[in-house]
Each structure stands twice: as C-alpha cells, then as structure tokens.
C-alpha cells in the first residue's frame, strides 16, 4: 500500500502588519460627551436659534482640546479642561431641565419560537445574558430588566454557572424579573385557561428560582388582546399591562397610550403603551406609525417617544425599552454611555 502526503506552503507578495490597539478610557470619554449633544442638535433645524447656540458652544468646548501632539501629557490634560468646559456652559448650563422624564429600561425582547429553531434560541439567550453580565461588572449602576420565565428554565438546564450569576445580581436589584407570564403569550388564538396558565406558572416559577413575585404583565410584541386579560389579571393581584405593537397601524390611530383598560367584568388595569419611535424634524417626521420596543437610546428615538405620546395632559413620565430584540442581544455599552450624559443633560 502506498501513501501519500502532501504538504502546503504558502507565501504572500505582501507585506502582513499587525497591530494592537488599546482603548482609552478617557478618550472614550470625551467622545460620548460630545456624540450625545451633537445628536440632539442634529434634532433641530440649523436656522433654529438653538441649533445656532449650542453648536456654537460645542466649538468653543472642543478648541480646548491639544490635538497637535495625540496621547502626550498636554493632549490629556486638555481633554480634561474640554470636559470641563463643556459640562459648565453645555450639560448644566445651555441644557433646560424638560418638563417630560423617560424612563430608559434596559431590555431584550427574545422570541422563544420565531425564525429560528429551539436550539438556536437558548443560544441566544447565552448569549444575551452574558453580555448583559459583563455590563454589570463594568457598571455598577446598570440594571437590566427580562421577561419570561421559559428562557431562565432553559438556562437553567443549559448553564447552570450563567444561571447562577443571574441569581446573584437578582439579588443585588441589577438584574430586574418582570412580565408574570410564562411566555410573552399570543392573546388571539389561545383561551382563557391558557392565559390563567400562563401565569400562573411564570409566577410560580419567579417566586420560587428567585423570590420575585411580579406585578405588571409585558407583552411588547403581541398582535392583539383579549379582553378577558383584565379581570384575569386582577384575580393574581397584577396592576399593570405594558405593550407596543397596537401602535402598528397607518389609518386609524388608537387614541390613549395611557388608559384604564376596562374587562369584561369591569375589572379595571393601568394600561402603557410604549411611544418610542424615530423622528427627524429636518425634513419633517415629528414621529412615525410605528412604536418600537428595541429602543437604541438615539435623540431621534428619545424625541419620537415624546412626540408620539398622546395623552401629555395627564402624565409627563413615559417609558421607552432600550436594547436590540427578537433575536436578543440587549443593551450595548454604546448606548449605556448615552444614556449616562442624555440624564446629565435633563
């Protein structure tokens, strides 16, 4: 028998570099202090007369900054006085304090059954709850709120060590458990028992891995709503139902986003409907049809959100859930650092 063995050289006509960078803090920094006003500026017409001052007053803050020799002890010293500078006349100074406040829920909207299988849903759950960890780690004040209990069984089975971390930070109030049901449940096919069900075992199962009891149902991606939820709900001694989608709708408009709904039987839930949308004033958009429960904390979002809210007579605070969804993947760092300096700024 005669074998045979081949071996590959490769050669390249091309000189290969390679390279290490390293992020600095600092300059991270002073990027995000200056990205998130310049995005609210970008909100605003240039011939608006606050357009005209505050980009002015970015200009005045950023000269401040030594470019002539990058990563010396003068270029960041500098950035320090620029920081200074800006959050003197910018953040706390050319910055009104608004009479709307928006509460930024770090989330991710997972569908347990979508355009993937099963398997490929508990990986994204890995996934998300991974970096939804690391986060923490690196910000201490950051919480992050989850729905459905079915991912945390999965989890639980799949990785006990993630699972466990979970526990933890459930414990030190970082990672939020609320929704009550067992899945985000379709509301238009199933029955009643299903939707007793539901949460019934999503509140069982909280009470008992975590100690939570839930008082609020979300259901952010949800085509319709049975009417029986309502008294359902108050029989488990929950107040509150938060969704988005009823705002899908281009010809007739529901007119309340927030409102008593009222069941069958007369039982009566505060009921939310989320408003984040984009809006672009320079050519236009005040808002769009669509609300969004995958908010990426842009001031085109936080914008949309106000303007598309429709009841402003009777509630200045508005909700808005922030970080990418469906197929998971959360908040990222980019938009907690926006959300850090888009509070500063009022």
């Known amino acids: 028998m005669m074998m045979l063995f081949y071996s590959h050289s490769f050669s390249f006509s091309f000189p290969l570099y390679i390279s290490l960078k390293i992020k600095d803090q600092r300059i991270m920094e002073a990027f995000y202090d200056y990205e998130v006003p310049l995005q609210w500026l970008q909100t605003l017409t240039t011939d608006d007369k606050k357009y005209q001052k505050g980009v002015q007053i970015l200009d005045k803050c950023m000269n401040f900054i030594d470019f002539r020799n990058r990563n010396s002890k003068e270029f960041f010293d500098s950035l320090i ?14 910055c009104g304090k608004e009479k709307f406040v928006i509460n930024c829920v770090p989330h991710s909207h997972i569908d347990v059954a979508w355009l993937w299988d099963l398997d490929q849903t508990k990986q994204k759950v890995q996934r998300t709850f991974s970096t939804v960890l690391s986060l923490m780690d690196e910000y201490p004040n950051f919480r ?4 459905t209990p079915q991912v945390f069984d999965f989890l639980k089975k799949d990785n006990p060590r993630l699972y466990s971390k979970i526990k933890q930070k459930v414990n030190e109030g970082q990672f939020e458990l609320e929704g009550a049901m067992w899945v985000e449940a379709d509301n238009n096919l199933v029955s009643g028992e299903s939707l007793v069900r539901q949460i019934y075992y ?22 319709g709503y049975s009417a029986q939820l309502p008294q359902i709900m108050s029989k488990f001694g929950l107040k509150r139902f938060v969704t988005a989608k ?4 281009d010809t007739n408009r ?19 409907l989320i408003s ?10 005040k808002d769009t049809t669509y609300t969004n429960y995958v908010g990426e ?15 402003k007579n009777i509630n200045n605070v508005l ?9 998971g993947g959360g908040p990222t760092r980019e938009m907690i650092e926006r959300e850090k300096r888009c509070t500063q700024m009022g």
């Open 276 to 285: 984040t949308c984009d809006a672009n004033p320079r050519v236009g958009i």
């Open 254 to 272: 529901f007119p309340y986003d927030t409102f008593n709904w009222i069941g069958l039987d007369g039982s009566k839930i505060l009921t939310y």
């Open 81 to 94: 006085v620029s920081h200074n500078a800006l959050y003197k006349t910018f953040y706390n100074g050319f």
């Open 246 to 249: 009823i705002g899908w709708n």
């Open 297 to 311: 904390m842009t001031a085109r979002q936080l914008l949309g959100t106000i303007n598309r809210y429709q009841n």
């Open 144 to 147: 992050y709120m989850h729905t």
């Open 319 to 327: 909700l808005s859930t922030i970080g990418y969804g469906d197929g």
């Open 202 to 223: 999503g509140q069982k199962f909280l009470n008992k891995e975590f100690n939570v009891n839930c008082s609020a149902v979300l259901e952010p991606d949800v085509f």
